[in-house]
C-alpha cells in the first residue's frame, strides 16, 4: 500500500517530466490534437430506428409528468419530423 502511495505522489509531482520522458522513447505514445471528420449527419437525423424509437419513447414517458421533459418542443418535434440518413447513423 505505501508503495503504491510513493508511486502517485512520484507522478503527481514529476508526471510532466516522465510524459516528456516517455515520449521520446515512445513516439506512438504521444496524443496530438485528433480532428475527426465522419460523414455524419446531424444528431436527429443520424439515429438509427431503436435509439429514434427509444428516444421518442422515452420523451413521452417524460411528458406525462407536468415538470419533466427532457427535450423541448423544438427539439421534440425535431426528432418526430427529421427522416433517418441514408448514410452512416449512431
Known sequence: ???????LVI????GSCLQSCIG???PGLIVGDIELNEDI?????????????WSR????NAR???I??????SQFERLL?????RGKTL
Open 1 to 7: 500500500m505505501l508503495l503504491i502511495f510513493y508511486v
Open 11 to 14: 507522478v503527481f509531482f514529476c
Open 24 to 26: 521520446k522513447c515512445f
Open 41 to 53: 449527419d446531424n444528431y436527429w437525423a443520424a439515429l438509427d430506428d431503436e435509439d429514434r424509437q
Open 57 to 60: 419513447a422515452e420523451e413521452e
Open 64 to 66: 406525462q409528468l407536468p
Open 68 to 73: 419533466s421533459a427532457l427535450l423541448t418542443d
Open 81 to 85: 419530423s427529421i427522416p433517418k440518413t
